[in-house]
């Protein structure tokens, strides 16, 4: 974390004069929101957790602002003052607490979804409007049904918020061919740090711009975004294809993912499952219709203990002919090497698609566990270092599951920019690895346990040599970070000086101490 001195010359020709302030209340008094503010917060509710379920801390106020100017005064409030931090939260999806205020106030991003929603036609291309606090689920769902169009990148999961995702990059099967979400945004309207409102693009306040992006909330709070979209397609032709062997399984993801626009699926992803039939992390897993099962007397005799398979989906339309959608998946599919009579197909609806992992959270819900601490461990690796991590973790460290999906699968650099804030390891295709951890386990030693395996993966990475990145980064020390972001490390802190100079957003990050509590 940068130092009290290195913070100090950051801060010498700002324009704010720190005023102490003695309490909350005297904050909520002068603000005059057009929103709500619970000044009284006893640290029970939304704002002091999140989805990691590990980590609690009490804000002084949750705030649910009406509109942008809320959000500015807010900010401008915290600054000028001696003591306030700000977070802005999403859905409340982080794992370790960055979005979090401790002592500080919490911004429900919620409360403004309904702000911005309005299609655009810019050079012939459509673009949406949208407001930082909207759901991707509401997104999707609106676009489809009132403009029979829908943004070309999505994340896996569609209960997040727009400003969320773009905070961190957004990816998901489609980034291969369009990039992270973060690729896919012209515009933006963003607080700044000083609670200045500022409209950045790539040739407007473009450092603002590409620095929010990926940003990990540091230099700003999205409040609207101007997304690009597509044609929504009706259909979506859902097929897994089981691996017994890594070598083979990752030389056709990268070849999928490698192939020219409109000769490839439209969705590349791949996963980890243990060689049994464990309901959590084994066969079972696999099909996507009941009435398939998986035969494991097809199984090669000579496979370990996990076996791999890659998703794929081709969209469609309704008035497209069924041949022609057999013919294109078959000219594929006939180019892998997958274990034969180990593929498994269904035909759903492109927003049954998209929504699938919201039906295993609602199973999730009713079975009451959705609640519970999710320790997962996010990994961007090197494509050069990707069989060293199949050999030292899939095949040893967690062999036998980790109580939800394992993901591992192919990116492409050059759909990344690099002016942005995102740190990737090098080489031009790199690999997404999510252990999704999952416990029956509300709290205590359990947890505790998933989180030192998760440190021990992260260490023998190192110790190995691996080239990788931490993805939803989350670290106590200076060093850590500086080693995070590498060469980008004096760009970010520069952007930071620029656009937070006090140090007054997203605390729960711990990447910079905030001047304010210094004063």
């Given amino acids: 974390m940068i130092e009290c001195l290195e913070l100090e010359r950051f801060v010498q020709d700002n324009d704010f004069e720190s005023k102490p302030v003695d309490d909350i209340s005297s904050i909520c008094k002068s603000l005059d929101l057009k929103g709500s503010i619970d000044c009284v917060y006893d640290g029970s509710g939304i704002a002091a957790k999140d989805f990691g379920g590990m980590q609690s801390v009490k804000p002084l ?81 609106r676009c489809v049904s009132e403009f029979g169009l829908a943004p070309r990148s999505w994340t896996d999961y569609l209960n997040l918020t727009v400003g969320g995702t773009l905070s961190n990059a957004g990816i998901s099967g489609q980034t291969f061919r369009y990039g992270p979400q973060t690729s896919n945004v012209t515009e933006l309207e963003v607080v700044s740090g000083k609670g200045d409102i500022i409209t950045c693009s790539e040739t407007e306040n473009s450092e603002l711009f590409f620095g929010v992006l990926g940003g990990l909330g540091q230099l700003g709070i999205i409040t609207r975004a101007r997304i690009l979209l597509q044609p929504a397609p009706d259909m979506a032709r859902w097929i897994r294809m089981v691996y017994a062997d890594f070598e083979d399984f990752s030389r056709d993801a990268e070849f999928l993912v490698s192939l020219p626009a409109g000769e490839s699926f439209d969705y590349v992803e791949g996963f980890v499952l243990v060689n049994s039939d464990d309901l959590v992390n084994g066969w079972p897993q696999v099909s996507m219709d009941p009435t398939h099962k998986f035969d494991p007397t097809l199984i090669p005799p000579n496979a370990g203990a996990v076996l791999y398979y890659i998703e794929v989906v081709l969209n469609y339309c309704k008035t497209d ?164 972001f590498g060469n980008q490390w004096s760009r970010f802190v520069e952007r930071k000086r620029i656009f937070d100079p006090m140090a007054i957003l997203a605390p729960g990050q711990k990447i910079f101490k905030s001047r304010v509590s210094q004063s």
């Fill in 61 to 141: 106020a949750l705030i649910r602002p009406a509109g942008v100017e809320d959000v500015a005064l807010i900010v401008k409030a915290a600054a000028l003052s001696s003591n306030l931090t700000v977070a802005a939260r999403g859905n409340g999806h982080s794992i370790n607490g960055q979005a979090m205020a401790e002592g500080g106030l919490v911004i429900d991003m919620r409360s403004t979804k309904e702000n911005h929603f309005k299609l655009l036609t810019i050079n012939g291309s459509p673009y949406l409007d949208v407001s930082g606090g909207a759901l991707w689920e509401d997104v999707l769902k």
């Fill in 321 to 484: 002919a069924p041949s022609t959608v057999d013919e294109v998946v078959s000219r594929l599919l006939g180019r892998l090497g997958f274990v034969k009579g180990l593929k498994f197909q269904v035909d759903v609806s492109y927003a049954e698609f998209l929504l699938r992992v919201k039906a295993q959270e609602e199973v999730a819900r009713a079975n009451g566990i959705w609640d519970n601490p999710h320790p997962w461990l996010n990994l961007f690796i090197s494509k050069s270092n990707i069989a060293d991590f199949d050999q030292a973790v899939f095949k040893k460290m967690v062999k036998d599951g980790v109580g939800g999906p394992m993901l591992v699968y192919p990116m492409l650099r050059n759909k990344w920019d690099n002016r942005t804030s995102v740190v990737l390891p090098e080489g031009d295709i790199f690999y997404i690895v999510a252990l999704l951890r999952s416990t029956v386990y509300p709290k205590g030693p359990e947890v505790e346990k998933l989180v030192a395996k998760n440190r021990e993966i992260v260490q023998v990475c190192r110790e190995k040599g691996l080239d990788f990145k931490l993805y939803f980064p989350h670290y106590q020390c200076q060093e850590d970070w500086k080693r995070h």
